[in-house]
């Protein structure tokens, strides 16, 4: 790389290959020459470097080069990364005008620990007739890291990462050097093999792994070469990523050169390659032993030796591994074939039952692939169709052409859709039919035997009444049960039907009718993902499809660190009339660093406005910042966003991690609801860590309610009621948080009070008040539920609102719709329940009240979900469940709210959240 340095500028260079062009084989789709280029991003040359794609990022100041084929970014090191408060990382990666990106990030670290990611400290560009390059360098522990991201000319469509690892200083031991890919969620799909053998006892089947436990990840590594990362199913244009480890080795500075052993290791949420710094005294060959891992505790990169890392990442435009090993094994035998169940999945297996490949057939039926050079015996294909059938068909490896006898398989049956109406399609099997899986990518990703499945499959099917509705629904041949809603205010229409093979049977039932009106209120989902969402691989409209199906209001999107409007797609599909949304992002802190050891968890601000050009949309910086400085961002921001903490009570993909209120940041240890914010511990939410400044407790509403666990919302409960007892009043949430088709999007939810009485439903001809609407959120004029209705006021006020005097009647009254059970109403007062009564048949109660002091009181109403009831089956795992924000009591009349403080003993409410009444 020396002789870089005396290249010509990026700029000069690109010139003189815009003069070569079709010279170099490089074309562009107008047929224009479009040469290699690398740069830096600037405002002049953004709109014709940046790549496309859900999960395409990279902004002004970030680094790209490109060859008319692949076109890669590299995140500049003043912009963060996933995991470390600095860039200098691969972050979008894909086609050049194809906008296929799904790429997450590519972080180099030490160690396989999170918290030995290598830190870039400069980013350079070259472009040479051999190639392009980005040249990224940096440091740790006394190791000096330089990495050459180069693509060479058209029609390569591999990048090639070179790493070399030198030792400049003393520091701690460097004894693994990696990569890890992120893919949350399984939003890319591993499947792994070592290509010197080709082949694998993994495949998309992987060992349970403990990141967090260092002995216990060991049991995950393992020796392969290969991670073939497939794009989602269902996201279009298709892409997968063939990542490959082509050679480490170590140059000793006595002139020899040896070859060092590679690890590997996959997880739901990440993919890694690498390999040792040394050589070992044994082991390296077939799977790793703790003989082998005991030896890096006196390994270590010594001065004057270097390590020389080399992978690449091939790209394809189909979402199959065959995809990428077809690329591999050119050389190898064709196996062709024919069936009769379009785009039906395909697993192949050698003669030793290792999966080789995967692939899927055409939309005609048929298929073809490579198998590794030399390949013989006999192989096995389990075939999978689109609506659940398996079978198996063996062949042998013979010559360089095999063609398969077609293959038959039970024809499915096909349901009519109706046309033109809105609805959400439960499908359940009855009998011996097993629940459909409806868009399954059938690829059987399993991390320690649980199947993570595709994000855009679920038994469920949403028609948003626009042409875009399928027409038709295949079934495997049994018997069903359809449910058809359009969420808990609406009446549910139900059939049962069998349906044969190849049977058209038309869906005749009633559409869904409205049932209940909410003059004047606002059904609003406020942290929702899709494919722009690092951990999500749900496409857009099915993303709004299955919103406006809920029957809900307002969409708020809240991808993670990428700031991304979903109103061009519901103009798109025609939708501007039944929902509006509004632009957030969620703010993901994963970096442990020093000012923030346990990081600052999630938190979602909007609304936001969309900064196109800017790296991640204009999002938020997360890493390394505590919540305080966050807060401060948001609030300097036009309009006064409003900052949302999420899940605080919850573990997840990162252990914990995202969980705000089990470690607070900086303590390591939970807050404490029974004591005091003034006590050790609890006091890092109300310290300072600059005059003037805020306090990590200055977020303005706290997600109480996420998704369908009860248990979770009792715990963030107490410590909401702890909150509000010491005078910190934040408005309480209800979310879905949505990233799969799995996860029920609006529900739970908000129903904000927008106008009270009047006509609500906001649409093109009466757009939504923004500064009206966020100043209910605020104030915390609504509530969450996921089902009921609640009316609830003290004279005339309602949640969020302050009553004045001493004595007062409470009136509940509640509403659901036939097929939503709501059995009891519950009473706290000052976080203690104080009134548990059943539901009296006309769902109304009048409860006089008396408050010898300023006091607060909130409500909460609940029902039981018998199995196999409708609501269980259209929203399974939920409970009909709804709660308010507080009605604060101000009993002297003096004007001032005093919070009543935290009583001796604490309610139970706070002292055993889970042990409370259900």
Known sequence: MGGARHSLPSRVVSALLMALGLALGVESGAGEPSPLFADQLNATNIGRLRLGGPDAIAGIGDWVLGNGVVCAAIADPSHESMLSDRGGVLVDLGHCGRDDDQWGVLQPMLNLSREEVIPVESVRAEVSAEGARVITVGRLHGIRVDTAYALKPAPASALTIRTTLQREAEGDAAFIVADVAIHGNGQLTPFTLDTRTWSSPLGFEHPSVDVDNILAATDAVLRADLHVLLGARGLEPEIAYGWRLLDIHIERRDGRVEPLAHVAMNGEHFSILGGYTDTLLWGGEGPPSLFEFAQLLWMDLDAGDRVVFLREISLAKRATV?????????????????????????????????????????????????????ASGRHRIEVLSRTGGRQEIFFAASGLEIRLDPITTIQPGRLGLPRGEIMRLTVVGLEDTPNPRLRADLRRFRVGGREIRGHSESNHLSLAGNAGDPVHL????????????????????VREFSLGPGELLPLDLEPPVRLLETPGWISA???????????????????????????????VSTEHDNVFDYAPVIDEMGLSDRIQSLVGVEITSTYKGPETPHTAGHSNAFPLVVQPNAYRGGAPDSQNRRLARIAEDIRALPGRPILQLNHPREGGVDSGLGSYFSHLSVVGEPHDPTRSLTTPGNRALIERTRPGGLRDLDFDAVELLNGA??????????????????????????????????????????????????????????????????????????????????????????????????????????????????????????????????????????????FDADAFLTVEVEGHAVPGSLYAEVAPGYTPFAFTNPIFV??????????????SPVPISLSDPLASPQ
């Open 322 to 374: 065959s995809a990428i090993t077809d690329l591999l094994w050119a050389q190898g035998a064709r196996v062709r074939g024919r069936m009769d169940a379009p785009r039906a999945t395909l697993h192949v297996f050698g003669p030793d039952g290792d999966p080789i490949t995967q692939l899927e057939a055409s939309d005609t039926g048929e298929f073809g692939f490579h198998l590794p050079p030399g």
């Open 474 to 493: 295949e079934l495997a041949p049994g018997r069903y049960r359809v449910l058809a809603s359009r969420g808990p205010l609406w009446s549910v229409s």
């Open 525 to 555: 989902d406020f942290h929702v993902h899709a494919a722009p969402s690092d951990d999500s691989g749900l496409p857009l409209r099915q993303r709004i499809a299955d919103f406006v199906a809920m029957g809900a209001d307002l969409i």
């Open 709 to 850: 666990s009860m248990e979770r919302y009792r715990m963030t409960r107490a410590d909401w009621f702890a909150f509000l007892l010491q005078g910190e009043i934040r408005t309480a949430t209800a979310n879905s948080d949505s990233h799969n088709a799995t996860e029920t999007i609006a529900l739970p939810v908000n129903y904000v009070a927008y106008s009270p009485g009047k006509p609500s439903p906001p649409s093109n001809e009466s757009p939504l008040d923004t500064e009206r609407f966020m100043q209910s959120v605020r104030q915390g004029r609504l509530y969450g539920s996921t089902g009921p209705l609640l009316d609830v006021q003290m004279g005339d006020r309602g949640p969020g609102d302050r009553f004045s005097g001493p004595r007062g009647d409470l009136e509940i009254r509640v509403r659901a719709a036939p097929w939503v059970p709501v059995d009891e109403v519950r009473v706290f007062i000052n976080g203690d329940l104080k009134i548990r009564r059943p539901l009296p048949e006309n769902r109304t109660l009048r409860l006089p009240l008396r």
């Open 890 to 903: 101000d009993a002297d009349r003096d004007g001032v709210w005093t919070p009543p403080g935290l009583p």
